[in-house]
């Protein structure tokens, strides 16, 4: 892969997490759906209680408001006998979600005299409240947006740990006004501390000691019980800096529970018993909706005030006794880091993929894994990340880094389309715009076969046929052997004329098969002979009246690839002894009397593939030591037993010819010709045989023939 995607796709990842966290997410523009997104988590929760018979409400309904003997609001009187009522069934607490800072008088009108209400009916409740120490009152702290709202008079001071007044106060997101925070305690304008009305009631049940700071060096943590938990701060799961105030935490909104509820008619009518209220906390609010006292949560629009309380209430109870703490998260930073490298995935996404059905099954198989495992950490083990702006980083990088690919790889695709797509076959075209790191223009050492083809005598052919005929049939010939070579993945490096240079094995080859290239481009030559043969008695015979002669030479090694010429001008080619060995192996054909000549490094690759004869040892003009040379004569198994013989013995004559028995030897040449009168290289050498029986050769040959031209 090339360093610049890498570098590229880095820039990418960095960029779309950047803007994702710090520019869209971390100013709350995700939170909305994000809250929703996490609603819907909850749903698939199943709480470890489910259910809490130590909490009782009692609620003042639509029909407790309509009777003539209860009416609403409760007058002083009314409710002071009402809770002498409940503690003589022997609650755990009371708490009364009814605001009491003013009198509440039997009628609203005043003609007695104020000091005669005080002096009787206020006094009943402020007695019924100073002398039952687990009543819990509440009294709204406010802020600058709402009125401060004061507890009963006779216990405003009962506020400390324990105490009789709490505080009411609901946090409410300002994203979309739902409640999904519990309170534990909150400061007033004037910094006194209050402690919120569950909290309050938490304490009757439970007593003061399950509450603790469990680090001197860490005050914001809370020890509760089994559990531990911190105030939250504004950047909570998917919070983006939301006003926090006092110390609250994520509700777990397990949806409503079914608490044992009763409506204030029937505690009047004496149908609630002490087994009903006997050490129970008992919640005392409005619950019809006509009084307007609910608010929205995640599961109900309009749910009733007392009820929200007993679910935090619940979850206390919860968090002291199983240790089930509130809904882990990570920190800002660490979540930065998982958008980070969800950008990075889908940026390796993009440049990774190889087809468009293979990116989508990919893109989904991260999308619903990253979906699935939010869920598993979620609903297993306590912990949300934010996999709204996971999923968008994912899909966003992978979304940029396919716009670059396709801009800047298309470049690069014109690029080897332009410089290959008449050179290679559709295949290794395709390859090489996918993969052109592979190809490696710049120049690169590679192991590799080449092939050159000349039409014999083409330049005498040439002198008799007129401009257009002669291009006809160098496009008769140079076509069907062109579509050859290309279907064995070779490439044309060139045409000279009626010459071919082919390249088996560069720009690109597969790995798996390294030494393929060998057999690929001798079973190319093969068929090329074969559909020579189907030409000359085909259309050069019948048009042209031609019959053409093609030899090839073959061989394979190192090459030195790449691209190369001037500045303005330059084409991928190879170089090198290999290049220049198959070129001399070519004309080296007439020596023999053969068609196709192959090195011997080519035979060692191939010759699993392929029925050869060894010719003997060529040494080319200017070179030192000779090389081994081999007649291809076709593909494995496809020679006929009459030539197999003939091979055979041409090897053992060879063996007796490179020992300098040459009556022995041409004796043996004789008798493949006997076999084949027509076989050239048995002709030659058993020439050859009588020369050197009339003038042998050097003391220090030892069989090889010295081409004396290229």
């Keep these: 892969m090339k360093i610049s995607i890498i570098i590229y796709g880095l820039v990418i990842s960095v960029l779309v997490a950047l803007v994702l966290d710090l520019l869209v997410r971390r100013d709350g523009y995700l939170q909305g759906v994000e809250m929703s997104i996490t609603d819907r988590y909850y749903t698939f929760r199943e709480p470890t209680r489910k259910e809490e018979p130590r909490i009782v409400i009692l609620g003042i309904e639509e029909e407790d408001i309509t009777r003539s003997d209860i009416g ?14 409940l503690i003589s069934l022997e609650p755990k607490a009371i708490g009364v979600d009814l605001y009491r800072d003013l009198p509440v008088p039997i009628t609203s009108n005043f003609t007695p005299s104020i000091a005669e209400y005080f002096t009787k009916e206020k006094t009943i409740l402020d007695e ?44 409410v997101d300002t994203v979309d006004n739902l409640i999904r925070r519990g309170m534990l305690f909150q400061d007033d304008m004037d910094g006194n501390t ?36 911190r105030p939250f701060e504004g950047n909570e799961g998917p919070y983006s800096n939301h006003p926090g105030g006092g110390f609250t935490y994520l509700l777990d909104n397990l949806g409503p529970k079914e608490f044992t509820t009763f409506t204030f008619s029937q505690f009047v009518d004496g149908e609630i018993t002490e087994n009903d209220i006997k050490d129970k906390l008992v919640l005392l609010g409005a619950t019809a909706e006509s009084l ?29 006794e199983l ?21 990075l995935l889908g940026v390796a996404l993009a440049i990774s993929g190889r087809s468009v059905l293979l990116l989508v099954l990919s893109s989904l198989v991260l999308v619903f894994g990253l979906i699935g495992g ?85 330049t005498t052919i040439s002198e008799k046929l007129s401009a257009s005929d002669l291009s006809a049939v160098l496009n008769v010939y140079l ?53 020579l043969e189907e030409l000359n008695k085909g259309v050069l015979k019948t048009d042209y009246d031609l019959e053409l002669g093609v030899r090839f030479g073959i061989n394979s090694g190192e090459v030195s690839a790449g691209n190369m010429g001037s500045d303005q001008r330059f084409q991928y080619t190879v170089m090198g002894d290999t290049v220049n060995q198959a070129a001399r192996f070519e004309p080296g054909c007439k020596i023999f009397g053969v068609s196709i000549m192959i090195g011997g490094t080519t035979y060692d690759f191939a010759k699993d593939k392929i029925e050869a004869r060894f010719l003997g040892l060529l040494r080319a ?7 081994r040379v081999y007649e291809l004569l076709a593909k494995k198994g496809m020679l006929p037993d009459d030539r197999i013989e003939l091979v055979t013995k041409f090897e053992e004559a060879w063996e007796t010819y490179s020992h300098k028995d040459f009556t022995k030897a041409k004796s043996m040449f004789d008798g493949c010709l006997a076999i084949d009168p027509n076989d050239e290289p048995s002709k030659i050498f058993a020439n050859q045989c009588v020369e050197f029986t009339k003038s042998p050769p050097p003391e220090k040959w030892s069989g090889e023939w010295i081409q004396l031209t290229k």
């Design 292 to 320: 307007h006292d609910y608010s929205a949560t995640p599961y109900n629009m309009k749910e009733p005030g007392i009820e929200i309380h007993a679910q935090m209430l619940d979850q206390i109870l919860r968090m002291v």
């Design 374 to 458: 939010s869920v598993l950490l979620f609903v297993k083990y306590n912990t949300w990340i934010p996999v709204l702006p996971m999923l968008l980083s994912l899909l966003g990088s992978a979304m940029v880094a396919l716009f670059y690919l396709f801009f800047t790889e298309g470049k690069e695709k014109k690029m080897m389309r332009g410089m290959f797509g008449p050179m290679v076959g559709p295949s290794v075209l395709k390859f090489m715009e996918e993969n052109p790191e592979s190809v490696g223009l710049t120049g690169a050492r590679k192991t590799a076969t080449i092939l050159f083809s000349d039409v014999a005598g083409f």
């Design 194 to 229: 209050f402690y919120s009305f569950t909290l309050q009631l938490a304490v009757q049940l439970l007593g003061q000691d399950f509450i603790s700071q469990p680090d001197e060096n860490d005050p914001a943590l809370l020890q509760l019980g089994k559990a531990r938990i």
């Design 479 to 531: 076509t069907p052997m062109t579509n050859i070579i290309m279907n064995y993945n070779g490439m044309i490096d060139k045409y000279e004329g009626d010459a071919i240079m082919a390249n088996f094995g560069v720009p690109v080859w597969d790995p798996d098969e390294a030494e393929s290239h060998a057999w690929k481009c001798c079973h190319s030559a093969i068929e090329q002979m074969e559909k």
């Design 323 to 343: 240790g089930d703490e509130p809904i882990k998260t990570y920190s800002t930073n660490t979540e930065s880091v998982l958008i980070f490298v969800f950008a």
């Design 621 to 627: 003009k200017g070179k030192e030591s000779s090389v």
């Design 128 to 171: 019924v409240l100073v002398q039952n120490k687990n009543i819990i009152c509440i009294t709204k702290l406010g802020d600058k947006d709402h009125p401060t709202i004061k507890p009963p008079p006779a216990i405003k001071d009962s506020v400390d740990f324990g105490g009789q007044v709490s505080c009411n106060d609901i946090s």
């Design 72 to 85: 609403y609001p409760l007058f002083d009187k009314q409710l002071a006998d009402a809770l002498k009522k």
